[in-house]
């Protein structure tokens, strides 16, 4: 640390010696990501309170040579906001940075501090009367800087489009500490390159995104929600080209969930089979937003369903008929990241495939697994509406958590194989982080990754953003 000594009283001097963190107490909870699989060491944590304390931090870690990596929520799954072990690296954590700067009512805009956790984003438009739709389960946690440092997805990218989609803005320390604003409100804004793109999905080895500009929408006036079992891949597939064809109300979401997945949160699934036969096959949960009163949306959704179980594409339905109930459907999903860790070790993979290829996908991919090595279980649920599948493997017994570890590398190779092979993606929504790092040139062609790596020299020369993630 002794080699660090200046570093860190220059820290002190610019920010507060009481937001300069050294101690393993101190910085521990900073050094271990939300999945517990990456652990890394750091200088020092760093918590500035506003852009221009973070353009100081940057320009001084510029200066010294010091690389820095940005940090949200740390919920990311692939390790991209935790530093490397060689602990020279300074954390930058956006905790502090967590005001809402302005709502445009008019203009249908927000612009808050990236350090802003994503459910006071949601919670800050809804007090205003309208929504911010971006919606995961590490909401609570996870920061509107990590959503754009990840261009993150969710539950409603169906019908609001991802975190680049809903960015109209940003602002920008670059590695030179140099502060880039542009924060512009504008739908349209065609001068030149859109630098914002660049920064959305970068994972911090670009720069450190200070505040952005989002996009607002009208409050729905009614949501209803549905948990549909269906017989097979095939039929979740046609429901969802019926529900978008025959229904006015909007559909927000519609996520597919195998009913192993289900049982894994059983006091939740032991309430559900009152009400519905889940014993086999998969589920579907649905749900609808509009602008009609929530009885009228009620009729369509039964109407809708009516129908689907006359075409055969759906075996039984549950309705919410309050809020109450609409969140305890919710919760079923929303708890299985976390109960499927019970299981033991956990192969994850989130990845992403034309809806038409789905079926064929999950088919082709078990029985080629199950050759691989049969004591292992799929665990599949994810947002099939966009074509997104968190594919996990679990060993049938977590004593067997040992040997899954071992299988890991086959594993994933298998299945990201089988992703190519069906013209899709080894990272939907995640990213790349230190977790796929090693995999993307294997995934992308030579000219992509000549060109990322043009792009990350030109903005980054003395690579000190985010070491040992993306590239
Ligand atoms: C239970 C659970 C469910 C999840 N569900 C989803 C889901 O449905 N959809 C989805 O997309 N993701 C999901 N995730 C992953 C994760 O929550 C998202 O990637 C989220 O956007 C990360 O936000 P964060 O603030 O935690 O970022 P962090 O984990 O702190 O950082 C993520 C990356 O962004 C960079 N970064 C952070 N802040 C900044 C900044 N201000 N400027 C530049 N770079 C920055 C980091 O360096 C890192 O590379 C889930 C995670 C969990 C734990």
Not at 134 to 154: Q, R
Not at 224 to 242: E, F, G, Y
Not at 312 to 339: F, G
Request: hydrophobic letters at 40%; charged letters at 20%; proline letters at 4%.
């Amino acid at each position: 640390m002794e080699q660090y000594r200046h570093f860190i009283e220059c820290c002190q001097k610019l920010i507060g010696a009481e937001y300069v963190y050294i101690s393993d107490a101190d910085k521990n909870p900073f050094l271990t990501d939300w999945s517990k699989r990456y652990t890394g060491n750091a200088i020092a944590v760093l918590r500035p309170k506003n852009t221009q304390e973070v353009a100081e931090l940057v320009t001084l870690c510029c200066e010294e040579n010091i690389s820095i990596v940005p940090q949200g929520g740390n919920t990311s799954l692939c390790g991209g906001a935790t530093p490397q072990s060689k602990g020279s690296s300074a954390v930058i954590s956006m905790s502090r940075l967590n005001q809402i700067r302005e709502l445009d009512l008019d203009n249908s805009t927000i612009t808050l501090d990236a350090g802003v956790i994503l459910s006071h984003a949601q919670d800050a438009a809804l007090n205003a009367g309208k929504l911010f739709p971006l919606s995961l389960a590490a909401e609570g946690s996870c920061t509107i800087g990590g959503n754009l440092g990840t261009n993150a997805g969710g539950v409603q990218v169906l019908r609001y489009g991802n975190m680049r989609d809903l960015t109209l803005g940003v602002e920008v320390v670059t590695p030179t500490g140099s502060v880039f604003n542009g924060l512009r409100g504008l739908r349209k804004d065609n001068t030149g390159y859109s630098l914002k793109d660049i920064y959305i999905g970068s994972e911090g080895t670009l720069g450190i995104i200070t505040a952005a500009t989002l996009k607002l929408y009208p409050l729905p006036q009614s949501k209803v929600t549905s948990l549909v079992t269906i017989k097979d891949i095939d039929c979740a597939i046609k429901l969802i080209h019926q529900a978008r064809e025959r229904c006015n109300a909007d559909l927000t979401a519609f996520e597919l969930i195998s009913t192993r997945a289900i049982n894994l949160v059983p006091n939740k699934a032991r309430n559900l089979r009152s009400k519905l036969d889940i014993l086999s096959g998969w589920v579907v949960l649905l749900e609808f937003s509009s602008m009609d009163k929530e009885e009228q949306s009620q009729l369509q959704l039964e109407t809708f369903l009516g129908e689907a179980f006359e075409l055969e594409l759906i075996t039984d339905a549950v309705i919410s008929t309050s809020i109450q109930q609409s969140k305890d459907l919710w919760s079923i999903r929303e708890n299985i990241p976390e109960a499927q860790l019970k299981l033991g070790n956990i192969v994850k993979h989130d990845i992403s495939l034309p809806i038409s290829n789905i079926a064929n996908f999950i088919e082709e991919t078990e029985v080629k697994l199950n050759m691989l090595w049969p004591s292992m279980q799929t665990i599949i649920f994810g947002h099939v509406g966009d074509g997104n599948l968190h594919y996990n493997l679990a060993p049938i017994s977590p004593e067997l958590s040992e040997e899954i570890e071992e299988k890991r590398p086959l594993i994933n190779e298998l299945v990201h194989n089988q992703v190519y092979k069906y013209s899709g993606s080894f990272s939907a929504e995640h990213g790349i982080g230190q977790a796929k790092r090693e995999e993307l040139p294997l995934r992308k062609s030579s000219v992509e990754i000549e060109l990322m790596r043009k792009i990350k020299k030109a903005l980054d020369p003395k690579n000190i953003m985010n070491p040992g993630k993306i590239l």
